[in-house]
């Protein structure tokens, strides 16, 4: 019996392996791609640096494949588990190309990369910690947008890059991307692991030909809002070099579709220092907080009237305008905001979607508009289907309607059936409890996390920061939103950084599946009595 159960734990063990090196060499091409941008811009330690990396986990991940080829394809109960720690795959082995980088590229060279007239040292430096650098990969795959590059300018343009096309990649996600290309990753297990990675988001008949049609609105969105900032920067910064302001456009437009929020710009969107500028980027971050369903129909089946049927995209710009409108009342009221108005709307829209974009020092904000701002907007989130982070409005949306649903039964006698309409669908009380139940468990495992989070935040953070700002950079870091109040630093504690790289690996899989992965590492995949 013990030999038995030692065969099937090593026949799970290989087939996660091998799904695992399968994802692996898709990492490897991607790490690739940026070499291209090296020898544009003549970063050459740069150029070796992500040739090294891409072609150590393209060869790695192939071997391991190769040796494991005939293994059997994963069964239902496994996906989970496989996209946890294929994603802790990713977000590790992506550190590679920053760590090797800073160690590679002499000091002087770095320097070269701080712009003209600034005296501070190149935030390379910090990827030659080992954390920071497996810290900047999570943040960038997750699409969170936290960051240990705190001079951004001064990495290299080819990093710069790297980080904005890790962020577009890693939105869409990388089982999703494959399918798209190579039709499926070897092995029919992909189809099931789909499943995992992209919620159930159905657009067409097939898993394949859904992967496609994910990318190609992803690719078209992307490609619009490079177009739409390049022309947008040059009519109202003239004066911004041409060549700046097409790598801006593209790096931004991957980071806004992604709802990342990296940015090209010492201080992000602020760098630029126009109130205007602030305003252009209104319209990408809130295109990226919609749903990828809602952007097919909308733009390739030509329903116009999406816009205000999808119940996720109408709420989003209830919820964008009503939010924005109350957090620049609480910035007024405060009195310590420069431009409430403009600020107030740009960052509660930045942290609904999760874009993390920031315009103002949010450590400097009153506690009231903070928390307003935590339990608003970042711990809500953008529309479900789409790249964003937290519980998803539609989760939101749904909890609301079952309270209104629950109080209004007391009302009902005993014999009466009462359906409710909800998202388009008409359920029945089972099926009404049933969606509640998955809403509040997800709802309530989000918010643990949350709150455990802040315990460690508050043990571990410096003294000049509050209860107020842990929470903050709690809720950022699980809703993989990328706004910070200061918390996240170079300087900042190793365990509070790893709570993190947690937590955004978490919210970036929607938890459950990190732990189906510590259920099956404990007790394996035989069921249990609970």
Not at 62 to 89: C, D, F, N
Not at 277 to 300: C, H, K, Q, T, V
Not at 347 to 375: E, N, R, Y
Request: include cysteine.
């Amino acid at each position: 019996m013990l030999h038995t159960i030692s065969k099937q734990q090593e026949i799970m063990y290989k087939t996660f392996l091998k799904q695992i090196a399968s994802l692996q060499i898709i990492l490897g091409f991607v790490i690739l791609v940026p070499a291209i941008v090296a020898i544009i811009y003549g970063e050459w330690y740069s150029l070796a640096g992500f040739i090294m990396s891409g072609l150590f986990v393209v060869g790695t991940g192939y071997g391991v494949y190769r040796a494991l080829e005939r293994t059997e394809e994963p069964q239902y109960k496994h996906s989970l588990a496989i996209a946890a720690i294929g994603w802790l795959m990713i977000i590790s082995l992506g550190a590679l190309p920053y760590f090797v980088i800073a160690w590679i590229t002499p000091e002087a060279v770095m320097m070269e990369f701080v712009p003209a007239g600034l005296a501070y040292e190149s935030s390379l430096l910090n990827f030659r910690n080992p954390l920071h650098a497996i810290f900047e990969s999570t943040s960038a795959f997750t699409t969170t947008g936290l960051t240990m590059a705190y001079h951004e300018p001064s990495v290299g343009k080819t990093i710069l890059f790297y980080r904005s096309f890790s962020q577009w990649v890693g939105g869409a996600g990388f089982i999703v991307m494959s399918l798209a290309i190579f039709r499926q990753l070897p092995g029919q297990g992909a189809i099931m692991l789909y499943g995992s990675e992209a919620s159930g988001t159905k657009l067409r008949t097939n898993v394949i030909e859904t992967a496609r049609a994910i990318w190609k609105v992803y690719f078209v969105v992307t490609a619009a809002m490079t177009l739409y900032l390049a022309v947008g920067t040059f009519f109202i910064l003239p004066d911004y070099p041409l060549a700046e302001n097409i790598f801006d456009a593209v790096n931004h437009a991957m980071c806004a579709q992604s709802t990342g929020g990296f940015s090209t710009l010492d201080d992000s969107i602020a760098g630029y220092q126009s109130v205007k500028m602030e305003m252009l980027f209104i319209l990408p971050m809130a295109l990226g907080g919609l749903s990828i369903p809602f952007f097919y129909r909308f733009i390739f089946q030509r329903k116009l009237d999406e816009l205000w049927k999808d119940i996720q995209t109408r709420s989003m710009i209830a919820a964008s305008v009503l939010g924005g409108v109350a957090l620049s009342l609480f910035l007024v009221h405060a009195n310590g905001v420069t431009s409430p108005w403009a600020v107030g709307i740009f960052q509660f829209i930045s942290a609904l979607t999760t874009t993390g974009w920031q315009t103002s020092d949010i450590g400097s904000w009153d506690d009231l508009s903070i928390l307003f701002i935590v339990a608003g907007a970042m711990i809500v989130g953008g529309s479900a289907g789409g790249t964003v982070g937290g519980i998803k409005i539609i989760r939101a949306l749904l909890l609301q309607k079952g309270l209104k649903w629950h109080v209004s039964k007391v009302f009902l006698s005993k014999n009466t059936i009462k359906a409710v309409k909800f998202d388009n669908r008409l359920l029945l009380p089972d099926e009404m409890n049933a969606e509640l139940a998955r809403a509040g468990i997800f709802t309530l495992i989000y918010m643990i996390f949350v709150f455990v989070s802040t315990l460690i935040t508050v043990f571990f953070m410096g003294p000049n920061f509050s209860l107020a700002d842990a929470i903050f950079e709690s809720a950022s870091a699980q809703g993989t939103v990328g706004l910070s109040t200061g918390i996240s630093d170079p300087s900042m504690s190793p365990v509070l950084e790893s709570v993190y790289i947690i937590q955004m690996w978490a919210g970036r899989i929607e938890i459950i599946p990190v732990l189906v992965l510590l259920r099956v590492v404990f007790f394996g995949t035989k069921s249990r009595i609970i």
